[in-house]
């Protein structure tokens, strides 16, 4: 039996850790070989071993997704490596401008001081946002997004191949959630980038949707696991009562990639366990 990727290359950014090396996993399973590109190397490389021990066909590329240098190589690596560009998942993304993957106790600390701030003054979030902060997000997220789909998008046009660029967005596309207006505004960013660009390369035979996740059990979300107000606060807004596993995500981009949705562009679909049900 033949895997429903079987013969495809997909790229995966942010593949080093969550719902990224999910789809990574998921991908290879399915019979894609498969670029991890990301800013961590080390679980980069153990995703890939991982991968190679069970059978598949991985590499990785350390990327910044911020720089348009780095997107480009990563796009010509993938050629060097595979010979095309199939798919592409664009996961790499930040909660802040801090953030490290699996660094939970920065997370912890810079929760902290969030609700310090906020205690002296409710508008903290918006009123003493940082720049500097505002400008990471926005960069990595969103800019990040544009040059990862730019790159692969044109290994795909220069082949006359069509392809299928699965964008990671989140519910806070369209959801405000609380607190920084960096998150949420890079989010909704790139839940209309993805429109954007699916009109641009629908006719080029280029389709291009957007994964908007509930809250996921992944690195970005263990420092308010243990919080237990945060913690509360989320689960009591999921009707189905958890957070969701990065394979649950894998599944339904999975499902973009594959022949499965082909006619299917310019969407976003919320994997978010019913939160978007009020
Ligand atoms: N976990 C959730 O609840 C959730 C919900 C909605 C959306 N998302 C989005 O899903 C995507 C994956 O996040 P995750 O939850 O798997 O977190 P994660 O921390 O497990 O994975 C994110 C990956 O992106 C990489 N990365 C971060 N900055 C990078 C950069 N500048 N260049 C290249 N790689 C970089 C990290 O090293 C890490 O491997 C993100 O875009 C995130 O915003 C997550």
């Known amino acids: 039996m033949t895997g429903r990727l079987q013969g495809k290359v997909a790229v995966i950014t942010g593949g080093s850790n969550g719902i990224g090396r999910a789809c990574a996993d998921r991908f290879s399973a399915e019979g894609a070989r498969v670029l991890i590109a990301d800013l961590l190397p ?51 993304g930040i909660s802040n401008g801090d953030y490290t993957s699996g660094d939970v106790e920065g997370g912890l600390k810079r929760m902290a001081q969030a609700a310090e701030r906020s205690a002296v003054n409710p508008a903290a979030a918006l009123l003493e946002l ?19 789909i730019r790159a692969t998008a044109a290994v795909m046009l220069d082949q006359a191949k069509p392809g299928s660029i699965i964008t990671i967005a989140s519910i806070a596309a369209r959801d405000p959630l609380w607190g920084s207006p960096s998150y949420p505004v890079s989010k909704a960013g790139v839940w209309m980038l993805t429109k954007n660009a699916s009109r641009t390369l629908a006719p080029l035979g280029i389709r291009v949707n957007s994964i908007g996740p509930g809250f996921i059990d992944t690195n970005m979300t263990a420092a308010l696991d ?49 939160w978007f049900t009020g």
């Open 130 to 148: 940082e720049l500097d902060d505002w400008r990471r997000v926005i960069d990595v997220n969103l800019t990040g997004t544009l040059l990862a």
């Open 226 to 274: 243990q919080v237990d107000q945060y913690h509360d606060l989320i689960i009591g807004l999921t009707p189905m009562g958890r957070k969701g596993k990065p394979d649950e995500i894998a599944g339904v981009a999975l499902f973009l990639a594959s022949d499965d949705a082909s006619y299917v562009t310019g969407e976003l679909i919320h994997p978010d366990g019913g």
């Open 42 to 92: 080390e679980p980069g490389n153990i995703a890939v071993d991982a991968i190679n021990a069970a059978g598949g066909d991985a590499r990785f590329v350390e990327l910044e997704a911020a720089s348009e240098e780095a997107n480009e190589a990563m796009a010509a690596a993938a050629v060097e490596q595979f010979g095309t560009i199939d798919i592409v998942v664009t996961a790499a």
